[in-house]
């Protein structure tokens, strides 16, 4: 059925808690900013509205519970490349040291060992997010590929099942380019986008098997996150009693907030840690197939930039 250990996933988070906390810290701050900056955009509208009728009022409390609920959405576009580069590409650091059997330093706080791996691998975070985003582009590639030849297949009701197969792999393909990653991380090349493209190539050699795994840890993740806001909707509008006016959608967008924070901060991780099991498992022994290569060249113009860099960052 899969080809990773739940329970050695589980062990391998714990060992690396001083992330995990990480990652609660910074996830759950963001909602309590989301919380904190729309609940002031709900007030400053609620004065306002003073000046004009109920319906004025209303209006002007959802304009500015919505004002600040944006304004903190924009923030945390801006803080993408941090969050990639200190946090994402940090915890897989510390994860494929774990993974490979080596020990961590006794004299270097995890967090900061990590950020040395990653700041050798990429010198910037802008290279990183650069790569992060080419890896992304070529995975969705691979995909429609799979797809295609899928497709072609003389079976019937293929159409509809296709449909709802394409969709499904769109989620299922998130999990995997932090996989990509880690990849890059584990080969220790001064070339992380010669890297990359050799991560992408393995892939696509053993696509079948990384998207089967991939889609029973997406039924997991997204079952777990559908329960949290579940549970979540009630202490939502609770909370939400307490801003001024009546916010109908405020309840389920916290609830749907708290769920992104618990899945972001704890139940990503794990799938992404079961995922670097399968890879790296699989991959063992393998070589990139200058026929993969060849084919993602064709298909990719992502992969083509790829392979451009690395020649331009091979030749500097």
């Excluded at 090349?189 to 997406?218: E, I, K």
Aim: hydrophobic letters at 55%; a positive charge; glycine letters at 10%.
């Amino acid at each position: 059925m899969w080809n990773f250990s739940i329970s050695r996933s589980l062990g391998l988070m714990a060992r690396t808690a001083p992330f995990i906390a990480l990652r609660i810290a910074i996830y759950f701050g963001i909602v309590i900013a989301y919380v904190l900056v729309t609940s002031t955009g709900a007030g400053i509208g609620w004065g306002i509205g003073g000046l004009g009728d109920e319906n004025f009022r209303a209006n002007s409390i959802f304009i500015g519970g919505l004002a600040g609920f944006c304004m903190t959405a924009g923030a945390l576009y801006l803080m993408r490349e941090y969050i990639l580069y200190a946090v994402k590409a940090g915890h897989i650091a510390v994860l494929v040291e774990l993974l490979d059997g080596r020990p961590l330093p006794d004299n270097q706080g995890q967090i900061q060992y990590a950020r040395g791996i990653v700041a050798n691998r990429f010198a910037e975070a802008s290279v990183l997010f650069a790569v992060d985003q080419l890896i992304k582009g070529v995975l969705t590639a691979i995909t429609g590929l799979v797809q295609g030849i899928a497709a072609i297949l003389p079976l019937p009701g293929l159409d509809q099942l296709m449909s709802l197969i394409r969709a499904f792999l769109r989620i299922a393909v998130g999990f995997i380019d932090e996989v990509m990653l880690a990849y890059i991380i584990r080969t220790r090349s001064p070339n992380p986008w010669q890297s990359a493209q050799s991560a992408l190539v393995l892939y696509g050699q053993n696509a079948g098997t990384m998207l089967r795994n991939a889609a029973f840890l997406t039924v997991i993740v997204y079952g777990l996150s559908i329960a949290v806001f579940l549970v979540m909707l009630a202490p939502a509008a609770a909370l939400l009693y307490w801003i001024p006016g009546s916010w109908t959608s405020g309840g389920f967008l916290l609830a749907l907030i708290f769920a992104w924070a618990v899945k972001a901060a704890l139940i990503e991780p794990f799938a992404i840690t079961c995922m670097m099991q399968v890879f790296f498992r699989t991959i063992e022994g393998q070589s990139p197939n200058p026929e993969w290569e060849a084919k993602l060249s064709q298909i990719s113009g992502k992969f083509r930039k790829l392979k451009e860099n690395a020649g331009l960052a091979a030749a500097a």
